[in-house]
Nanobody, 125 residues
């Protein structure tokens, strides 16, 4: 069954903002490290950002550093990705996934057997 649901994508102009949501369905996200990925014309899966279950520490890929912010609201069982100052190269389908254990850095190398539908983001130039 689907464990994560992505939402919040849309179409914005360059410099605009979007907030994506990753909501747990059958799992409690507070127990997991959670990360955002994106599928772009250049990369099938590019790591974007991650947040730790243990201390809410965060880790960002260089292209989004300073523009994106990952956070969580455990009461809502949701992880957010606030995307500011969006650029055309941010265009893609955004997915979230999870890890029990490891760290925010583990998302760089681990593979996943389950993915949600993703939420598309289009940034016009």
């Amino acid at each position: 069954q689907v464990q994560l649901e992505e939402s919040g994508g849309g179409m914005v102009q360059t410099g605009g903002s979007l907030r994506l949501s990753c909501s747990g369905t059958e799992i409690t996200l507070s127990s997991y490290n959670v990360a955002w990925f994106r599928r772009t014309p250049e990369k099938e899966r590019e790591f974007v950002a991650a947040i730790s279950w243990y201390d809410n520490s965060t880790y960002y890929n260089d292209p989004v550093k300073g523009r994106f912010s990952i956070s969580r609201d455990n009461a809502k069982n949701t992880v957010f990705l606030q995307m500011n100052n969006l650029k055309p190269e941010d265009t893609g389908v955004y997915y979230c996934n999870k890890l029990r254990g490891g760290s925010v850095y583990s998302f760089r190398t681990v593979g996943f057997s389950r993915w949600g539908q993703g939420t598309p983001v289009t940034v016009s130039s």
